[in-house]
């Protein structure tokens, strides 16, 4: 991938069942290299989630982009270990 090519993440809020407590969660799932991809995640997180009878689901979600920058990694210069 060459630098600031886009990337891209599922965000998904969503709530435990009322039983559960209530409680809100965020996730982050990706990165994924198409919008479609991470689109997809949201999409069955608010599936998943979803109410049969009522419809409604406990999950929501958006997708966010980012470019990536790529530079030279360098390792950790590891210790020498002392011999006795």
């Not at 969660?25 to 069955?44: D, F, L, S």
């Amino acid at each position: 991938m060459p630098d600031h090519d886009a990337v891209y993440r599922a965000v998904i809020t969503w709530t435990e069942a009322p039983q559960g407590g209530g409680a809100a969660h965020t996730e982050y799932e990706g990165p994924y290299g198409k919008p479609g991809a991470a689109q997809g995640r949201v999409t069955a997180w608010e599936n998943d989630l979803r109410d049969h009878e009522t419809g409604e689901t406990r999950a929501t979600g958006h997708v966010e982009r980012s470019t990536t920058t790529w530079e030279p990694y360098t390792p950790p210069v590891k210790k020498e270990r002392r011999r006795k």
